[in-house]
């Protein structure tokens, strides 16, 4: 039995806790509005958005229903399409009035799932403003409009909101973005009767990778789901060690003040990882158990020397890899976090990633570098490369000729011919393994030249 708050209803299903909150809507209520697309993450038409009890009291996000398992939602609220409506159904949110004021929805598959996105950016962001609220549309395609009626829409209501702001969620229910029953939620879920869940089988953390390719198994599952633990969630610094729990979701890790400090424009790198509905979910340590050979957090942490830790053992992330998709992980292991070094002050952490898409996409070749600069010499480098072999892989021989030169078009050409030669790359759909090398000289030269400009 799984309780929750569904728009303004409280509602006590018996399900799986492992089924996807799409089905959940679709299949076993009239709410049509969310709709059923790539079932993958990639389209948005599913989007729905998801109070979540934090410190700060209710914390709302934008998801992809589709890779949402039920038993996640346990003790929230679920907010779909129909779950704004006043009750009368000519009073729409300023949202909705802007995209048909702008001509924003033509065939209108995409419309719910964008005003859902654009409505937990509302309720969610720190900063409301163009760019963000653009930006919280990052995992809405739409084949119809071209976008710029929706930018014209978003500019028109974001430009009415206030300069200063008192109680955000007061002014979003005055100005009738959201209803008037959102006042009283956090005191509803409280009331909620408690059910015991037993889990019993997959370890979940996002979701966001085994739900695309698992959701008929674990739609009849009682996965364990890492979310809940709490002791898995927090980043902080001790001693001279970063340490990240391996459930801190990767919109988490962009808003973290100790990660921005650090490194100022790793925030723009992970904008371009996957999109705000999956960022809300995906978890850093599933981006590193799942081995992807172009995993971008592992690019990142590679570059940075880190570790993964367990409970009782810990392994250098460049030794963690041992194949494609293989693992020193035991299958009874849960990884609890990643560590790495406080970098040498002055130091420098420049990623890149290059695809067919600009955003929403996998990487054709992913790096990072981790420098340190004086002047034109470096005095340190390690370089870290995705989609260039089997597994993410540091590239230990430029690195180590690169420390210790002056910079210069000689030494950028030679570090990125010994990068080229270490590297085995295959030709697939990203593109040929000629292509993949060149690339990968165009992203080591860009990160020196990135580097050194600062």
């Known amino acids: 039995m799984i309780s929750f708050i569904c728009n303004n209803k409280e509602v006590t299903v018996k399900c799986p806790g492992g089924l996807p909150v799409l089905d959940w809507i679709r299949d076993q209520t009239d709410l049509k509005g969310t709709k059923e697309g790539c079932r993958e993450g990639d389209c948005g038409a599913c989007t729905v958005v998801v109070g979540r009890p934090g410190k700060a009291g209710l914390e709302y996000s934008a998801v992809c229903s589709c890779l949402l398992p039920v038993g996640e939602i346990a003790g929230c609220h679920l907010v779909t399409i129909e779950g704004l409506a006043t009750g009368d159904c000519a009073d729409l949110t300023p949202f909705q009035n802007a995209f048909y004021d702008e001509g924003a929805s033509q065939c209108g598959f995409c419309t719910p799932g964008m005003i859902m996105s654009l409505t937990g950016c509302l309720l969610g962001e720190a900063e409301l403003s163009v760019p963000n609220a653009m930006e919280s549309l990052d995992g809405n395609i739409c084949r119809c409009t071209g976008y710029i009626a929706v930018k014209r829409a978003v500019d028109s209501v974001i430009s009415q909101l206030p300069a200063k702001w008192g109680n955000r969620l007061e002014m979003l229910i005055e100005e009738k973005h959201v209803p008037a029953y959102f006042s009283s939620i956090t005191d509803r879920l409280e009331k ?172 054709s070749v992913n790096s990072s570098m981790l420098f340190s600069v004086k002047g034109n010499l470096i005095l340190s480098a390690r370089i870290s490369a995705g989609g260039v072999a089997p597994i993410p892989m540091v590239l230990l021989r430029a690195g180590e000729y690169l420390t210790g030169k002056t910079l210069s078009e000689t030494v950028i050409r030679e570090a990125c011919d010994i990068a080229a030669g270490e590297i085995s790359p295959i030709s697939d759909v990203r593109g040929s393994k000629e292509y993949k090398r060149e690339l990968l000289k165009a992203q080591i030269r860009a990160h020196l030249i990135r580097g050194t400009a600062q």
């Open 192 to 363: 909620l009767p408690t059910c015991e869940y037993q889990a019993g089988g997959t370890v979940v953390a996002g979701g966001t990778d085994i739900y695309v390719n698992s959701s008929d198994k674990l739609s009849t599952e009682q996965p364990e789901f890492l979310s809940d633990k709490n002791d898995l969630n927090f980043i902080r610094t001790e001693g001279e060690l970063v340490r990240i729990g391996s459930a801190v979701t990767f919109s988490q890790l962009r808003r973290s003040e100790v990660i921005s400090n650090l490194f100022p424009d790793l925030r723009d790198f992970l904008a371009r990882v996957s999109s705000t509905q999956i960022r809300s979910r995906a978890t850093v340590g599933g981006n590193i158990v799942n081995a992807s050979p172009i995993a971008d957090l592992a690019i990142v942490f590679l570059a940075l020397s880190a570790s993964v830790n367990f409970t009782d053992r810990s392994v250098p992330l460049d030794k963690f890899y041992l194949g494609y998709k293989k693992l020193d992980m035991k299958a009874d292991e849960i990884l609890t976090e990643l560590s790495f070094p406080l970098p040498e002050p002055g130091s420098v952490l420049s990623s890149l990633k290059v695809c067919k898409r600009e955003y929403l996409d996998i990487a």
